[in-house]
C-alpha cells in the first residue's frame, strides 16, 4: 500500500489522466499500470488498474447504446468469443504470476507499438467504412475467421489488455457493420464485456486491492468526463503523441528492469 500522501497523489492523477486519455484517444493502461506497479506486484497492478478503468468503459459503451442495438445482432455474435477469451485471459494471470511480471516489459511494448498503428489503421478502416454499405455481408470464411480473431484479442484483453480497441477495429473493418461511428460503437461494448469478464475472474482470484482500486475509479470516471470535454477542443493526435512516448519509455524502463536484475 502507499506509504506517503505523494504516492497517493500519484495513484490518483494516474487514473485522471487515464480517464481523459481513453476519452480521447485510448491507452489509459499504459499511465494506471506503471503507477500500480510501484506500489504491488504487476499481476495485483494488472488486476487493480482493469477494475479502476471498468466503469469508464461501461459508461462509454452506454453512450454508444443507439449505435450498439443498430448492430445488435453483430454484437451477440461476438459476445461468446469476447466474454470466453476475457475470462481465459484473466485466469492466466492468476495462474502464473511470475510468468506475467517476465511478460510485461514485451506487453507494454506491444501496447505501444499498436498506438503507433493506430492512426494508418484507423484512416483505413474509416475508408474501407465509407466504402462499403450497411447491407454488405461477408462471407462464412470471413465471419469464422474474425469471430477466432475476436477470441484472441479477449485473451490478450484480458491477459493484459492495452491496446484491443485499434485490434478490433481493423476486424471490423471486414465485417460490413456499417460506418466508424458504429465501428465504434461495437468496439468499446466488446471491450466493456472483456474486461468485466476480467474482472471476474480477479475477483475470485483474489488480485485486485480495493483500497487502491475505489480512489482510483472515482478519478477515473472524473478524468473520462473531463476528457470527453477536452476532445472537443484538442486534436487526438497529440494525445496519441503523448501515450506512444509514455509507452515506448516505459517499455525501455521495464526491459532495462527485468534483464539488469539477472
Known amino acids: ?9 500519484a495513484l490518483c492523477a494516474s487514473a485522471f489522466f487515464a480517464g481523459v486519455m481513453n476519452s480521447v484517444a485510448g491507452g489509459g493502461t499504459l499511465l494506471t499500470f506503471p503507477a500500480l506497479t510501484a506500489v504491488i506486484n504487476p499481476a495485483l497492478a494488472n488486476a487493480t488498474s482493469t477494475v479502476a478503468l471498468l466503469p469508464g468503459s461501461l459508461a462509454g459503451a452506454l453512450g454508444y447504446r443507439k449505435e450498439v442495438w443498430e448492430c445488435r445482432r453483430f454484437v451477440v455474435r ?37 498506438f503507433v498503428l493506430q492512426a494508418p489503421l484507423s484512416k483505413w478502416v474509416k475508408a474501407r467504412a465509407g466504402a462499403t454499405d450497411d447491407t454488405h455481408q461477408p462471407g462464412t470464411r470471413t465471419q469464422a475467421l474474425v469471430i477466432g480473431f475476436q477470441f484472441l484479442v479477449a485473451v490478450y484483453g484480458g491477459y493484459f489488455g ?27 461494448c466488446l471491450a466493456a464485456l472483456i474486461n468485466a469478464a476480467s474482472v471476474v475472474v480477479f475477483v475470485r482470484d483474489d488480485l485486485i486491492r480495493w483500497p487502491l482500486a475505489w480512489p482510483m475509479m472515482v478519478f477515473a470516471i472524473l478524468g473520462g468526463y473531463a476528457g470527453a470535454r477536452v476532445a472537443r477542443r484538442l486534436p487526438a493526435r497529440y494525445v496519441r503523441y503523448a501515450v506512444i512516448v509514455i509507452g515506448f519509455g516505459l517499455s525501455a524502463y521495464y526491459f532495462i528492469d527485468r534483464y539488469t536484475k539477472e
Open 1 to 9: 500500500m502507499p506509504e506517503t500522501a505523494l504516492a497517493w497523489v
Open 162 to 188: 492495452a491496446g484491443i480497441g485499434i485490434l478490433m477495429l481493423s476486424a471490423l473493418g471486414f465485417m460490413g457493420v456499417g460506418d466508424i461511428h458504429r465501428m465504434n460503437a461495437v468496439k468499446t
Open 78 to 114: 461476438m459476445l461468446l468469443p469476447s466474454v470466453v477469451g476475457g475470462f481465459l485471459g484473466a485466469w492466466l494471470v492468476g495462474k502464473d504470476q511470475k510468468a506475467f511480471a517476465d511478460l510485461v516489459p514485451w506487453l507494454v511494448l506491444t501496447a505501444a507499438l499498436l
